[in-house]
């Protein structure tokens, strides 16, 4: 959905370096979850936040991963000290309320593929 | 047990036929049911959703639920070559927060 922007659409990073995945989600909505997908994988959660909160960080590799939904500005995952099993593509979703609520649906964003060389 | 499973497939169909895709679930508890359509390259979009045991149909979408046997099925008649795609099932998942689980997703080619 056009409406959840992502950045950069890709984006090549030496194994060692920072990466950082920026969401931003649509409007009026406060719920942001990260997924990644590797190569012929489903989506694997990461990470949900809201505004100035990490919910559920369940999915989150313990090292080199981090979150953060500030109270102004896009949704942020960084990747520390990136190694080439990170390469994957990372999908933001958003919604306007939780998704235990009912007749809440999530939209996703167009993703960031990643590459570690 | 994994949380969602779907058959990876892939499902060949041809067009004009009905497409099948199946998904089971472990979590007895959970309520909320979702589609998504994903084709190579692109991002996830949802294309239907359930809550309730039995049918929901939207024009040739219909999804089906039997929450005693923890499955949901989604169906697609008079499939089209435009229909070939990854179809992931994703669920509710209660404990802690409650997130959305994906399956691994069927791909699905419908030869014209």
């Known amino acids: 959905n056009a409406g959840v922007m992502q950045n950069p659409r890709h984006l090549v990073r030496r194994r060692g370096q920072e990466a950082r995945l920026r969401c931003s989600p649509m409007?009026?909505?406060?719920?942001v979850y990260w997924y990644r997908q590797l190569p012929e994988e489903g989506l694997k959660f990461m990470v949900y936040?809201?505004?100035?909160?990490?919910?559920?960080e369940s999915g989150m590799p313990k090292e080199r991963f981090s979150a953060e939904f500030p109270k102004e500005g896009p949704s942020i995952l960084r990747i520390q000290q990136v190694v080439r099993g990170d390469s994957a593509a990372y999908f933001c979703?958003?919604?306007?309320?939780?998704?235990?609520?009912?007749?809440?649906?999530?939209?996703f964003g167009q993703g960031t593929r990643l590459t570690v060389v | 047990q994994k949380e969602v499973e779907q058959n990876s497939g892939p499902l060949s169909v041809p067009e004009g036929a009905i497409a099948s895709l199946n998904c089971t679930y472990s979590?007895?508890?959970?309520?909320?049911f979702f589609w998504y359509r994903q084709y190579s390259g692109k991002s996830p979009e949802l294309i239907m959703f359930?809550?309730?045991?039995g049918d929901k149909e939207d024009g040739r979408f219909t999804a089906q639920l039997n929450k005693a046997s923890q499955y949901v099925s989604l169906l697609i008649r008079d499939s089209q070559p435009s229909d070939s795609a990854t179809y992931l099932c994703?669920?509710?998942?209660?404990?802690?927060?409650?997130?959305?689980?994906f399956g691994k997703g069927t791909k699905l080619t419908v030869n014209p």
């Open positions: 979703a958003s919604s306007r309320i939780g998704q235990g609520i009912m007749n809440t649906e999530a939209f």
């Open positions: 409007k009026g909505h406060s719920h």
């Open positions: 936040l809201q505004k100035e909160n990490i919910i559920d």
């Open positions: 979590d007895r508890g959970s309520q909320s």
């Open positions: 359930i809550y309730s045991n």
């Open positions: 994703a669920v509710i998942i209660r404990g802690g927060s409650e997130k959305l689980v």
